[in-house]
């Protein structure tokens, strides 16, 4: 059973537009959101994180909306660059912290 | 470079054969984790170990098993392996028990079984 669900599974995105990927759980004792980016042949690495008693957290480009009452967080991208081109991986985390949630992940391919 | 180095970067092999994969952590980091990840499964969390010892146990099958050494480094053993073994296996470290922060992960070892 998948405890964090992504979409899209792909999504291409001109240069200079806004690219969103959404994540949706179910477990309400998560308390800690991360998302993780990845290049090809890297593995994949810490881009923002926000826990839930926060609506949005912004760094440069890279944006967190959370929802708690809907159980979804998503992943804005403004202008979105070339080099912003890899694979998005959102998680959840429980209080515990042994084990993160990865959702199934999205390429996102900006295209100049 | 996250610090974590995984040996070997790709492993080709057959059907009912085993393997390991060798992790090193982040110098300091006490917590490992191995992560096996599929096209269409993501990243699906196997197993972790905190100093020496197994702490948590995702979704592992029994023909996989692995140990963390005093050393902290960690193998992940494959064994009877089969074609649908075929993806790539990721290690992460992290300073803690609880990793609440962030996953450092090496650059995965690639297992092609034929």
């Known amino acids: 059973q998948q405890q964090v669900k992504q979409s899209p599974q792909s999504l291409i995105v001109q240069k200079g537009g806004i690219s969103i990927i959404n994540c949706a759980y179910e477990?309400?004792?998560?308390?800690?959101f991360p998302w993780y980016q990845q290049f090809p042949g890297k593995g994949p690495a810490l881009l923002i994180a926000i826990r839930p008693d926060v609506s949005e957290k912004k760094e440069g480009r890279f944006t967190i909306s959370f929802n708690k009452s809907a159980k979804q967080f998503s992943l804005h991208i403004m202008d979105s660059q070339p080099g912003d081109s890899a694979t998005y991986f959102c998680a959840a985390i429980r209080g515990s912290g042994n084990q993160f949630y990865f959702g199934t992940g999205t390429s996102l391919t900006v295209i100049p | 470079d996250s610090g974590v180095t995984q040996t070997p970067k790709h492993l080709i092999t057959a059907t009912g054969q085993r393997v390991t994969l060798r992790c090193s952590p982040r110098?300091?980091?006490?917590?490992v984790y191995w992560y096996q990840q599929s096209l269409d499964q993501g990243l699906q969390f196997l197993i972790q170990y905190y100093n020496g010892e197994e702490r948590a146990k995702g979704n592992i099958l029994e023909r996989f098993s692995a140990q963390q050494f005093p050393d902290l480094h960690s193998e992940l053993n494959l064994s009877s392996l089969e074609l649908g073994d075929s993806a790539l296996y990721f290690c992460?470290?992290?300073?803690?028990?609880?990793?609440?922060?962030?996953?450092?992960f090496g650059e995965g070892s690639r297992l092609t079984v034929l």
């Open positions: 477990n309400t004792a998560f308390d800690y």
């Open positions: 992460a470290s992290s300073a803690g028990l609880r990793s609440v922060g962030e996953l450092f």
């Open positions: 110098s300091g980091d006490l917590s």
